[in-house]
């Protein structure tokens, strides 16, 4: 019975591969198809003649980048793991046809092949804050940074230089420099140096904190201090960030396409404004309206408190964090922020998307209670106030 069990799940799973590969294909062909007619301004529903495979689109960055791709007709073919649920929604970023998922494995080379070979560009995105993990009877490591942030860039880079991919655009991180304690940007500087190794040619892009309504940075602060009594500064938060907002991260990747100052280049992107981690974090308390009340707390007690909740899934806090938050992670001396001349104007600060975003919320609220200014005006400019502060807090950092 054993022995039939077992020789059902691998009939099972050899189907499954084998249905992937199918779909994988089918989509490559209507890529290779597609890229064969160049017509349109590079609008939404032009056609570039442009296939790209854009690796970690389902994450933070990813979206948006999917979102810049498609919107000048290049044709974007969305590698995920998981769920198809996951990776649906990114399909209204194009004109019908125009983004295409496809489910794969990271881990499997012949599975990362079908989805570069249609491709004459390929955007790696994946990253993690935070080491993966699994329930096998105890929690264990599923993806190591290491893994993630070197391992896979090194076989992408390898199967991009087999393939003939004419372009590969690579994201690691500011903050991955020679010297660092941090096992994230160690690992990140690791994939730098593997994609270098495999594709010379390759674009590689250094973002600082990345911020956006969806973030991981400045949300996490924001959750935290609604979650606990008091906010934990490390090192009483001295360490200087120049945070890059996401829409002008994803427009430089996209400007980079098809450029030839981008062959073989690094690129350094930060935002205008230099902050200490202090700073960030009584604006963040500004903006939800939460009084700054911050403890300063040893770090190895810190690393401690980290060490124990990141042995759970989708944790917000870990040991190495706090080894990065006690590093800038700034444009340094003899460095060179690329950011304006890709963009070809300024970049936008932390304090103007605060702004357009309760801009934006405001006339939301005002369209919702609209019927109520007709009625009952004075009730309506009490609660338009009330609201407006509420809601244009939560958008900006919920």
Known sequence: MQVAAAA??????????????HFSKHVARDARVLSQFDSGFGGYSSNKGITATVFGATGFVGRYVVDKLASKGITVI????????EARHLKLMGDLGRVNP???????VDSVRDVVHPSQLVVNLIGKDFETKHWAGSFVKNYTYEQVHAEIP?????????????????????????????????????????????????????????FGDEDRFMNQIARLARALPSFAL???????????YVNDVAKAVVNMVQSPDAVG?????????VLTRKELTEFVFDVIRRPPT????????????????????????????????????????????????????????????????????????????LPDLVSTPDSFLHELRHDFVAHSAHSTLS
């Open 154 to 210: 090194r076989m992408l880079a390898q199967v991009c230089a087999e393939q003939g991919v004419h372009q590969f655009i690579h994201m690691s991180s500011l903050a991955a420099r020679p010297g660092s304690l941090s096992e994230l940007d160690t690992s990140k500087l690791n994939g730098e140096i593997a994609v270098r190794a495999h594709f010379p040619d390759a674009t590689i892009v250094k973002p600082a904190n990345i």
């Open 294 to 369: 911050v403890v300063d707390l040893p770090i190895s007690l810190l690393q401690g408190i980290g060490k124990f909740v990141e042995q759970f899934p989708g944790p917000y806090f870990t040991a190495d964090q706090v080894v990065q938050q006690l590093s800038d992670n700034i444009i340094e001396a003899g460095e060179e922020n690329h950011l304006a001349d890709l963009l070809g104007e300024d970049p936008t600060s932390i304090q103007q998307h605060h702004t357009d975003s309760c801009t934006n919320t405001a006339w939301a609220v005002i369209s919702w209670k």
């Open 78 to 85: 969305v590698p995920f793991r998981g769920d198809d649920l």
């Open 265 to 273: 280049a690094t690129y350094n992107l930060a935002g205008p404004d």
């Open 102 to 108: 496809v489910p794969y494995d990271p881990r499997v």
């Open 234 to 244: 490390v090192n009483n938060g001295t360490a200087q960030v120049q945070p890059v």
């Open 8 to 21: 059902a799940a691998r009939a099972a799973s050899s189907s499954s591969k084998a249905s992937v590969r």
